[in-house]
């Protein structure tokens, strides 16, 4: 199995989507059953294939999947691509494996993913009780990782609940430190509970001091892990902005963007009004974009970091 060097950039393009897949495609009366999500998956990985030769050597690029598109997972672990293979239940608000225990762990063992990823929803307001039940359900899939020789990669998504006094749509949840702020006490809770990832996926900000502090945090814990920046479907402005936190912060390593990607590639395919060959070099270009997009803002030290 090929090891992840913690210390190079980590350049991710998701590709696990399910639901929300599905219902972009039924949006435009596309077809929504498996197997086309499979090959318009394929065409993703395609794209991403196109970018590879102009990927600086000393950058890890990785894929993630989801259950059920092996051949990408085989092709990527051939093509020295990271994998990291989707374990939870699409959608639920509540942690659940997306398959029994024996089965997940057969996957990854037999993708040679380097990484097992859990979505975890983190209500900051929720009862004690239920945030237990949820670090459970994380533990027993964590345990299924580590028994298959793979890592963590924990997306942790932050989702306040109206009696907070704040939701996912709110202003304040991405100013003045209140998302940052609450990345960092979700993380606490989780290190506390005895797990500790690898790899941390998160939305980004612009607030440099939380940025230092959940960095200060995540290497206390485990000097070598990594927080790789989530794309959320942002457009490239925004995914400046975005990474801009990143400097000075050594554990902010990469990014894992998916829609803001492929999806515009994919969906023109799908209405027609594109051939596969320029999807697939759209969606290369698109990853090179962000690519240069997370390296700028490293070489130009703008934003507030």
Not at 179 to 192: D, P
Not at 220 to 242: V, Y
Request: charged share 25%; with cysteine; hydrophobic share 40%.
């Amino acid at each position: 199995m090929i090891k992840l060097v913690h210390q190079r950039p980590v350049y991710m393009v998701a590709f696990d989507h399910r639901r929300s897949l599905r219902r972009a495609l039924s949006a435009i009366g596309a077809t929504t059953g498996p197997a086309h999500l499979r090959e318009l998956k394929q065409i993703v990985w395609q794209g991403l294939k196109t970018a590879l030769p102009d990927v600086a050597e000393d950058a890890d690029v990785a894929v993630l999947i989801d259950r059920g598109n092996e051949r990408i997972g085989r092709e990527a672990d051939s093509a020295g691509v990271r994998v990291a293979l989707a374990l939870e239940e699409s959608g639920g608000d509540t942690l659940r494996p997306d398959a029994a225990t024996a089965v997940l762990r057969r996957e990854l063992l037999a993708l040679r993913a380097g990484f097992g990823k859990v979505l975890m929803r983190w209500h900051p307001g929720d009862p004690d009780a239920r945030k237990r039940r949820q670090l459970v359900a994380l533990r027993d899939i964590n345990d299924v990782i580590s028994d298959s020789g793979a890592e963590l990669l924990l997306e942790l998504l932050i989702h306040p609940r109206p009696h907070d006094g704040l939701d996912e749509s709110s202003s304040r949840l991405h100013t003045d430190g209140v998302l940052a702020g609450l990345q960092r006490a979700a993380a606490e809770e989780i290190l506390s509970s005895g797990i500790s990832p690898a790899l941390w996926k998160m939305e980004g900000h612009s607030n440099a001091q939380e940025a230092a502090r959940l960095d200060a945090l995540v290497a206390s814990a485990r000097p070598d892990a990594g927080i790789l920046i989530l794309g959320g479907g942002s457009d490239i402005g925004r995914l400046q902005q975005a990474f801009s936190c990143r400097d000075g912060n050594e554990h902010y390593r990469g990014f894992a963007v998916g829609r803001s990607i492929w999806q515009e590639p994919i969906l023109a395919l799908c209405s027609r009004e594109t051939t596969q060959t320029e999807a697939e070099a759209r969606i290369g270009d698109n990853f090179l974009a962000v690519v240069d997009a997370f390296e700028s803002a490293d070489r130009a030290r703008v934003g507030q970091c």
